[in-house]
């Protein structure tokens, strides 16, 4: 390789910042200095290859990460480029911590195998990482945040991460410095680490290279260049390279690369400065084995440092930074603020109270990069093919960049990734999220909730009110509670007169909430007569064509069969050639040649992505996003009928508006309603898809009318009751795109009996062939107090017969069966250890329990709903108690 390339050969610590040195002398130039510099090792000038099959900008620990694993995937003709030195940016600056303890399970499935990876760097590459296994401890001040960790730790050991929650009196053992006295629990995480980020980001580099990837620093990517929607090229300060691939691992720096692109690409995240403290040595040096200590409470964390303590944390008044695209080759000269980082510090204090006489020897300013909700942004941009993004760590990048690193090697080798990674990925965000104000804001609350105690259905309060129906100011009015859904905003329940709404915005609690009632009488109300629910924000796309292009399109996307009449609806899922979910959708044939496609709401960017990936180039076949052209309502109640016959002087009988049927009509004075026979829950009702112009007008003529039949607004909450009581699995929920029809009882909505192919249908027949090995079912609790337990939410660990068998995917309490309803995944291995076929017979003799938080409570297991044999029960028990009345 020619000088001035990195090979095996010229690679070189001294290439890197050595602050986090090995056990032993602090490096002098720390001393006295307020901020850290590289030393100038300047490479001659290197010309760039013309060629490469990849290249990945940005050489922190993220991007020699990819590099890595893409060499290890087989991959050749791999160009890394640096626009400053290796590991200028954040990685340089990285406290060293490395743990498990994340609020996503594939954020601690990343972080446990960059644990494993980071130790057995330094075997492969012979390069010292300072990997040392401390183990952590996550600190408890109140009752809240010990349920919290109670929930992680059952979370992490579905894992098969070691973990112990733990009394006061261990945490003193394992660390005798912190301060136990307001504690009441803690988590420790044997398993948790430190290393030297600067010496793992040399390792990953050094292993890359010898895999025959080519990394240049000094040199600056201007922009990506694109050609019908592919990249073909990269163009840098030093001439252009042509490419099939491009990775922005650029950190910090993502956003302002997409954004200068020949194609603008958004990268939705913001930096942050983010400050630690340095002490010298204690007159007791801490041991490096120390555990790190992870106090939320105090908004702290600390771990041993050259025999001294390293404490950072997550203010509740951070500060945006680099706001005008303003671009530095290397972070330098980031100012000290001690009257900013004096709450921690004094938090500091108070939980190692015997720091107080230790003598500090820096103050580190450094940037952190975040996104507008506290995930990464991983996987392939929507609407340019080999773009591909991993930047946005939150302050995790080390923990997240061996296994973040893994996965998106596996997604650019084999078009998906060995996990389920949608949480994570870029395209759950559109355009609408990459404002500069809104990221500027959003980052501001992002930073505080890193440490914040979030409990079920908490939500973000910046950047809100971007999305908006038409009825939202008439149903704020109306006493509606809002969230947000991909920017748009969702009533939650609907706050009657009267009601403190103050206590309940407040409501924050892992037991029963406060508006379990408001949200009961909803539901009721769907039940007996009649409800609005204002369900706007699902995505909705029109495919039409002149000839039968958009028919053909859709038979090949989706498994359930769309040649079907004029006017009917078809619940179908677009499979991959796995047999996966990467969309569940309801399609309306609104006639010969064009479909009406209704998908969930953060399905807008990866739906619409999907479907052209596989679109032919063909000017006679258009897809459109109408999402904001029509306001849906959807009527739930058995008096729905009623309402929308005297709006529209047509009958609503089942005998003439059969079931998943889609018919144009007037309602009130406007025309061109798309009335639908469904409601997304398994009650009777209908969908109006209204023309926005109209939306006002007809709400307020459904309101009047329904006056007389006890009609009522209703919420999602009330939505998500309903459904989860009738076994309805959501996509983002209970389906992702490694879950299969057969795999959730939809086996009735493939295909299998037309000759016609669709993506996935041989994995499906082969599945078909060789049984399940996993099942979706639902679970209905048993002595379980709904006033004074904890309630189930999602990712509870589920038991058959003592064996963890699989995990929770959705909860709800059912006010029809009056107990909680449980959705999730079951399955089993062989005694060989290879995954077990899952028979109705093996889920029907099970004895089963759903943990929360530590504590098991027994549950039934079925593959239908409950819901029709437990009606039938209370009316009968309802009945014999009228009778024994009357009798009396």
Request: proline share 5%; charged share 20%; glycine share 8%.
């Amino acid at each position: 390789m020619r000088s001035g390339a990195w090979s095996v050969r010229t690679l070189s610590p001294v290439l890197l910042p050595r602050w986090f040195c090995d056990a032993g002398a602090r490096p002098a130039r720390l001393r006295g200095q307020r901020s850290v510099r590289f030393l100038s090792t300047d490479p001659p000038p290197t010309a760039l290859p013309a060629h490469a099959r990849v290249v990945i900008c940005g050489g922190g620990v993220v991007g020699t990460s990819v590099a890595y694993h893409l060499a290890r995937l087989g991959w050749t003709e791999i160009v890394l480029l640096e626009q400053g030195r290796l590991g200028a940016g954040t990685t340089r600056f990285c406290a060293g911590i490395v743990s498990v303890a994340k609020p996503l399970s594939i954020e601690s499935k990343m972080a446990d195998y960059s644990n494993a990876l980071y130790e057995r760097l330094e075997e492969e590459t012979g390069v010292k990482t300072g990997f040392v296994q401390t183990g952590s401890l996550c600190l408890a001040q109140n009752q809240d945040r010990f349920l919290s960790l109670k929930r992680l730790a059952s979370r992490l050991k579905v894992l098969g991460v070691s973990c112990d929650v733990i009394k006061p009196k261990d945490v003193a053992q394992l660390h005798p410095l912190v301060n136990i006295h307001d504690l009441v629990g803690a988590l420790h995480l044997p398993g948790d680490s430190v290393v030297s980020p600067p010496d793992v980001n040399h390792a990953l580099a050094v292993a890359a290279a010898a895999h025959g990837v080519q990394i240049y620093e000094h040199t600056s990517v201007n922009q990506v260049l694109v050609k019908r929607g592919h990249v073909t090229a990269v163009e840098t300060d030093r001439g252009s390279i042509e490419c099939e691939y491009f990775v922005n691992c650029a950190g910090q720096w993502a956003y302002e690369l997409g954004q200068s692109s020949e194609v603008k690409v958004s990268v939705p995240l913001h930096g942050c400065e983010h400050f630690y403290l340095l002490t010298k040595p204690l007159s007791e040096p801490t041991r490096p084995e120390s555990p790190v200590v992870i106090d939320m409470d105090g908004r702290i964390y600390a771990r041993a440092w050259h025999g001294g303590i390293l404490s950072g944390g997550f203010e509740k008044n951070p500060k945006p930074i680099f706001t005008e695209g303003r671009n530095q080759l290397e972070i330098q000269n980031m100012q000290e603020d001690w009257d900013h980082f004096e709450p921690m510090l004094s938090a500091l204090l108070r939980r190692m109270p015997g720091l107080e006489a230790c003598e500090i020897q820096q103050l580190v300013n450094c940037p952190e990069s975040f996104t507008p909700d506290m995930r990464c942004l991983m996987g392939e941009t929507p609407g340019i093919y080999g773009y591909f993004v991993l930047a946005g760590m939150n302050s995790s990048g080390l923990s997240f960049a061996g296994g973040a690193g893994k996965y998106l090697a596996e997604w650019i080798t084999y078009g998906y990734p060995s996990a389920n990674v949608w949480p994570l990925d870029i395209k759950r965000f559109g355009n609408l999220q990459s404002s500069r104000t809104f990221l500027r804001h959003r980052v501001m609350e992002v930073m505080p909730l890193l440490y914040e105690l979030k409990v079920p259905r908490w939500d973000f309060q910046t950047g809100r009110q971007l999305r908006t129906s038409p009825l939202y100011d008439r149903l704020d009015t109306q006493g509606a509670r809002w969230m947000e859904k991909h920017g748009f905003e969702r009533a939650k329940y609907f706050v009657p007169a009267g009601k403190d709404l103050l206590a309940l915005d407040q409501s924050k609690t892992f037991y029963k909430p406060d508006w379990f009632d408001i949200v009961g009488a909803e539901v009721k109300c769907c039940k007996e007569a009649v409800c609005v629910i204002d369900m706007s924000s699902f995505t909705k796309f029109e495919l039409t064509s002149a000839g039968d292009q958009a028919l053909r399109l859709l038979q090949r996307l989706c498994a359930n069969d769309l040649d079907v009449p004029v006017g009917h609806i078809v619940h179908t899922g677009m499979l991959n050639e796995r047999g996966g979910y990467e969309n569940d959708c309801s399609v309306v044939r609104l006639s010969k040649n064009s479909f009406f496609i209704i998908s969930p709401t953060d399905q807008q960017v990866h739906c619409w992505s999907w479907i052209k990936k596989h679109m032919p180039n063909d000017p006679q076949l258009h897809l459109e996003d109408v999402s904001w052209k029509y306001t849906a309502l959807n009527l739930i109640g058995p008096r729905a009928m009623d309402v929308l016959s005297e709006l529209s002087y047509v009958s609503m009988t089942p005998e003439h508006f059969p079931s998943l049927f889609c018919k144009e009509m007037s309602v009130g004075y406007a025309n061109g309603i798309r009335v639908m026979s469904m409601t997304h829950t398994g009650e009777p009702g209908f969908m109006l898809y209204i023309p926005i112009e109209y939306a006002l007008h007809v709400y307020n003529e459904v309101m009047s009318v329904g006056q007389k039949y006890g009609i009522r607004n209703a919420g999602y909450y009330a939505l998500r009751s309903l459904r989860i009581e009738k076994f309805f699995a959501f996509w983002g929920q209970d389906l992702d795109s490694f879950t299969t029809p057969l795999e959730c009882g939809r086996e009735f909505r493939v295909k299998f009996d037309k000759d016609t192919d669709f993506l996935g249908r041989d994995a499906l027949l082969r599945q078909r062939v060789e049984g399940v090995t996993r099942r979706f079912v639902m679970l209905v609790l048993e002595d379980h107090d709904t006033e004074l337990d904890l309630w189930p939410w999602w990712g509870e660990p589920i038991y058959r017969s003592g064996e963890l068998v699989g995990v929770t995917t959705s909860s709800a309490y059912s006010y029809t069966l009056e107990r909680h309803v449980c959705l999730g995944f079951l399955s089993h291995t062989n005694s060989d250890g290879s995954p077990a076929v899952i028979t109705p017979d093996f889920i029907n003799r099970g004895d089963y329990e759903v943990d929360i938080a530590g504590q098991k409570f027994p549950a039934k297991a079925k593959l239908y709903p409950f819901s029709s044999l437990f009606a039938q029960q209370k009316r009968r028990k309802d009945d014999m108690e009228l009778s024994n009345f009357q009798s009396k």
